[in-house]
Antibody, heavy 120, light 107 residues
Framework: QVTLRESGPALVKPGQTLTLTCTFS??????????VSWIRQPPGKALEWLAR???????HYSTSLKTRLTISTDTSKNQAVLTVTNMDPMDTATYYC????????????WGQGTLVTVSS | DIQMTQSPSSLSASVGDRVTITCRAS??????LAWYQQKPGKIPKLLIY???TLQSGVPSRFSGSGSGTDFTLTISSLQPEDVATYYC?????????FGQGTRLEIK
């Protein structure tokens, strides 16, 4: 059974760095065509794809946010980590980790998401 | 980057109506297009992939079509449980951009 679970702080201050962890089970990020993405959704607004790490170590980022994002993995812990630097109130959102369907990666599984609020 | 634009941004229709939502890509993406349904407070649910292939378990009243830059999601007979926001997403290569969403309500 594939599961993904996001964890991290619920509240961060403007200017701080956010670190989110996706702990998954039921698959390995070392397996061919397996990828983990991060997606966010501000309250009442649209989904925004942020980043992806692939089974072969490739990393992909949203063009508009790439200077602030870093995605990494700890395969021994079955975790994928996203850091977002210089957090702003506009970054307040529910952050999801997911195996998002695409032609490059297999699977369609989403975590339940974690709400991060940016406020002083 | 390829941008995905949905229309309309919201619509209201009656139970039993045929509903169509469109998605336009700023560049051709062949048939690499997915549609998601997101109900309030829930995670997105994959409805259709490869522009027209119905995900297992999705009711047959949902269908998708299109190729290149223009795509449509059609609900043949709107049901009350279809109230949700619908998103398209390019599904070929990263970045996997989403459309801005279409909110569907019952009239």
């Amino acid at each position: 059974q594939v599961t993904l679970r996001e964890s991290g702080p619920a509240l961060v201050k403007p200017g701080q760095t956010l670190t989110l962890t996706c702990t998954f089970s039921g698959f390995s990020l070392s397996t061919d065509k397996v990828c983990v993405s991060w997606i966010r959704q501000p309250p009442g607004k649209a989904l925004e794809w942020l980043a992806r790490i692939d089974w072969d170590g490739d990393k992909h980022y949203s063009t508009s946010l790439k200077t602030r994002l870093t995605i990494s993995t700890d395969t021994s812990k079955n975790q994928a980590v996203l850091t977002v630097t210089n957090m702003d109130p506009m970054d307040t959102a529910t952050y999801y980790c997911a195996r998002v369907y695409s032609t490059e990666c297999h699977g369609n599984y989403w975590g339940q998401g974690t709400l991060v609020t940016v406020s002083s | 980057d390829i941008q995905m634009t949905q229309s309309p941004s919201s619509l209201s229709a009656s139970v039993g109506d045929r509903v169509t939502i469109t998605c336009r890509a700023s560049q051709g993406i062949s048939n690499y297009l997915a549609w998601y349904q997101q109900k309030p407070g829930k995670i997105p649910k994959l409805l259709i992939y490869a522009a027209s292939t119905l995900q297992s378990g999705v009711p047959s009243r949902f269908s998708g079509s299109g190729s290149g830059t223009d795509f449509t999601l059609t609900i043949s007979s709107l049901q009350p449980e279809d109230v949700a926001t619908y998103y398209c997403q390019k599904s070929n290569s990263a970045p996997l951009t989403f459309g801005q969403g279409t909110r569907l309500e019952i009239k």
